[in-house]
């Protein structure tokens, strides 16, 4: 299972960078575009563009740019890029602005399993999601997710930032503790809600699952620890202001 993906097509944002294998991506996809839009192979359907990384070139990436104007025949229009790492520098730069600013009812759709490798302009500006590995919490990493999740709901910034300064010095411990954070909100996300309050708590938690997990990412790729969990949890604020 892909953690994130919303259930609600209205709640879909409109870029994904999806990390982790390809093959079980678009199988995990295609049960996805069955789902919300009745779509049953993405490979045939007239709303489903897919793109190989390693054979598309900046040309195809303008001309799909181009394309992208078109309403679709059905819900939603899916561009999804296997290997998107493998796209050139200028061909990202060329989907770059479409992504930016995308047409409506569309959603662009980036798998791999290096997305390091993608330019910064493109991560910063798609949702990045990975797969659920099923993590064991051990007793003080439930403890912390416990205490970590009370302060986003309580809206309690000093506890907040008391649980991440507990973790900042470890760089190993810290995307350890974001990854069992992760999974929790996702597990948060399967759950059923009165129909009053669904749409704001799943809006919070989907916001706070991006924050987390592009911190996992900036961490692993070695950027600053402290500086990295100081503007996730800036984020969260302000996404749950």
Same mark, same amino acid.
């Given at each position: ?5 919303? &259930?609600? $097509? ?12 390809? %093959? ?10 069955? @789902?919300? *839009?009745?779509?049953? &192979? ?11 990384? +390693? ?6 990436? @303008?001309?799909?740019? #181009? ?17 998107? %790492?493998?796209?050139?520098?200028? $061909? ?15 959603? *662009? ?7 390091? #490798? ?20 051990? +007793? ?7 205490? *970590? ?21 470890? @760089?190993?411990? +810290?995307?350890? !503790? ?13 759950? +059923?809600?009165?129909? #009053?309050?669904?749409? *704001? !708590? @799943? ?26 969990? &100081? ?11």
């Amino acid at each position: 299972m892909i953690l994130g993906l919303p &259930d609600e $097509a209205n709640l879909l944002s409109h870029a994904y960078m999806i990390d982790g294998d390809v %093959d079980t991506d678009v199988e995990c996809l295609q049960e996805y575009f069955l @789902r919300l *839009f009745g779509i049953e &192979d993405i490979y045939q359907s007239v709303d489903v563009t897919v793109f190989d990384g +390693s054979e598309v070139g900046v040309d195809e990436v @303008r001309e799909l740019v #181009k394309n992208t104007v078109l309403q679709p025949y059905g819900n939603q229009k899916i561009y999804l890029f296997l290997h998107a %790492d493998k796209l050139s520098v200028s $061909a990202q730069n060329a989907l770059l602005k479409t992504i930016e600013e995308p047409a409506k009812n569309t959603v *662009f759709f980036l798998l791999t399993n290096n997305s390091y #490798k993608l330019l910064p302009t493109i991560l910063s500006r798609t949702v990045t999601l990975y797969h659920n590995n099923t993590i064991q919490e051990s +007793s003080e990493e439930k403890v912390w997710v416990d205490y *970590f999740l009370s302060g986003v709901f309580e809206r309690d910034l000093i506890a907040l930032q008391h649980a991440l300064d507990e973790i900042s010095s470890d @760089r190993e411990k +810290s995307v350890r !503790y974001l990854e069992c954070l992760a999974e929790r909100m996702a597990t948060l996300l399967k759950g +059923s809600y009165s129909e #009053k309050d669904k749409y *704001f !708590y @799943r809006v919070e938690l989907l916001a706070l699952l991006a924050s987390v997990q592009r911190a996992m990412k900036l961490i692993r790729a070695n950027t600053g620890v402290t500086a990295t969990l &100081d503007t996730m949890l800036l984020n969260i604020m302000e996404g749950i202001d």
